[in-house]
């Protein structure tokens, strides 16, 4: 039995303040949830205080990228010992606004990856297509190849750590959320091919998210389907009461 998991994308919003004020209110709510697992992602700069606030909760902390190097000249990079030093147990890798507008290739996100492992951090890897390439009938193309590069070498034991978060761009930030069967299609897929990468131990056991317009109308459905695992949200996590609700699946 796969545990479920809720993850929020904060991105690039809201200054420190704000980030303390959206953690001491999730912290107050989620006091006793146990289930599903939680992480919140915030901005890097407001880390440390987000973890102050949420000192003593279950809610866990993410970064949203992470360089593979370990130290040196890389102007304006955080590594993997810097976000463990603040607190964080997860990152999020590969998300398509990094791929799409910052480069980052398939490369770059096997690095990160396999950094994060190392680490000891859990990675939340993205994958997904865009508009044209879901028109184009190339949807499971494209998702195959940012999974057979992104996770290129990763050894069983390795899959079994992360997290893969299947986020279709055209419903990111958009409020068209994929079909709740349009999700689980893709996530079957992933699914299979994890497990030709690895074991059936594994392929069952690997947590797979939906991104993309999750809202607290939707996320019962889109939970209700065998291997949708989670979400990963943007938008509805910045606000207390929306993500609450999400994490319970009730609108
Ligand atoms: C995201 O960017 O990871 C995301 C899912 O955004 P939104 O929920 O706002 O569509």
């Known amino acids: 039995m796969r545990a479920p998991l809720i993850a929020g994308n904060w991105k690039m919003n809201g200054l420190v303040r704000d980030a303390q004020a959206l953690a001491q209110g999730l912290r107050a709510r989620l006091e006793k949830d146990s289930a599903p697992e939680i992480v919140v992602c915030p901005p890097f700069l407001a880390l440390a205080a987000v973890r102050e606030a949420l000192a003593g909760s279950p809610v866990k902390l993410g970064a949203q990228d992470v360089h593979w190097e370990a130290k040196g000249a890389y102007t304006g990079e955080i590594s993997t010992a810097m976000l463990q030093d603040v607190g964080c147990t997860h990152v999020i890798l590969g998300h398509s606004e990094r791929r799409h507008i910052m480069g980052e290739t398939h490369e770059h996100v096997n690095r990160k990856t396999r950094a994060a492992l190392a680490a000891g951090l859990t990675p939340i890897v993205c994958v997904g297509e865009l508009l044209e390439e879901r028109n184009m009938g190339d949807t499971n193309g494209v998702i195959e190849r940012q999974i057979v590069k992104g996770l290129e070498g990763l050894s069983a034991a390795d899959l079994s750590r ?21 999700a689980e299609e893709v996530n079957r897929f992933i699914r299979k091919l994890v497990l030709q990468r690895s074991d059936s131990r594994t392929a069952e056991g690997i947590r797979i998210l939906y991104g993309g317009a999750v809202k607290p109308d939707n996320i019962k459905d889109l939970m209700a389907e065998e291997d949708i695992d989670g979400a990963l949200v943007g938008g509805a996590s910045l606000e207390v009461e929306s993500f609450v609700k999400i994490v319970r699946y009730t609108s």
Do not use: F, L
């Open 162 to 182: 992360i997290v893969i978060a299947y986020e279709p761009v055209w419903a990111i930030g958009t409020g068209k959320v994929a079909a709740p069967r349009q």
